[in-house]
T-cell receptor, first 108, second 113 residues
Framework: GQNIDQPTEMTATEGAIVQINCTYQ??????LFWYQQHAGEAPTFLSY????GLEEKGRFSSFLSRSKGYSYLLLKELQMKDSASYLC?????????FGAGTTVTVRA | DTEVTQTPKHLVMGMTNKKSLKCEQH?????MYWYKQKAKKPPELMFV???????INESVPSRFSPECPNSSLLNLHLHALQPEDSALYLC????????????FGPGTRLTVT
């Protein structure tokens, strides 16, 4: 099975940087996804890591360390619209398994 | 067109009703998914279709019955639901089953009375 842990909530100030950690225990996976979900809306894809290291996409970056069982999503230059839930998900050949999600609140 | 559409947006049904949720994509994706999401919880996988065949059923009660009439359409037939089945039902698709980005539809907000 897969055990995926994320902090439940985080709060940060507009313009700041926030790092959302995701730790997991699994026997194997293909890659790790990050999705953003605004309240009442569908999840939208943010990033995908297959190999160890950092993937950068504009204000968002994601990091994976397979040996440490650890990933993080880094959000820079926070904007009010970044207030949302951020879901870490592991993929295998068949499906995604989601973590419980981290609710990020951005304050002015 | 990178859109997954779902109808209806909202549905209220009684425990004796029969209703269907519909999902459509025109991206040529060959994998389609149904998820159930309760408030403040992550999406919970229900079914996966790959090449129009049921690939995964995550031990979902038989009152939920999926159907994939063709490669663009996915239905979820509902019958004799319980109040605890009230949730957001999300459809998603991906190019193939497995480690591919999934595109989610906006969901159907279901309330069972």
């Amino acid at each position: 099975g897969q055990n995926i842990d994320q902090p439940t909530e985080m709060t940060a100030t507009e313009g700041a940087i926030v790092q959302i950690n995701c730790t997991y225990q699994t026997s194997g996976f293909n890659g790790l996804f990050w999705y953003q979900q605004h309240a009442g809306e569908a999840p939208t894809f943010l990033s995908y890591n297959v190999l160890d290291g950092l993937e950068e996409k504009g204000r968002f970056s994601s990091f994976l360390s397979r040996s440490k069982g650890y990933s993080y999503l880094l959000l820079k230059e926070l904007q009010m619209k970044d207030s949302a839930s951020y879901l870490c998900a592991l993929s295998n050949d068949y499906k995604l398994s989601f973590g419980a999600g981290t609710t990020v609140t951005v304050r002015a | 067109d990178t859109e997954v559409t779902q109808t209806p947006k909202h549905l209220v049904m009684g425990m004796t009703n029969k209703k269907s949720l519909k999902c459509e994509q025109h991206m040529g994706h060959r994998a389609m998914y149904w998820y159930k999401q309760k408030a403040k919880k992550p999406p919970e996988l229900m079914f996966v279709y790959s090449y129009e065949k049921l690939s995964i059923n995550e031990s979902v009660p038989s009152r939920f019955s999926p159907e994939c009439p063709n490669s663009s359409l996915l239905n979820l037939h509902l019958h004799a639901l319980q109040p605890e089945d009230s949730a957001l039902y999300l459809c998603a698709s991906s190019p193939l089953q497995g480690s591919y980005e999934q595109y989610f539809g906006p969901g159907t907000r279901l309330t069972v009375t």
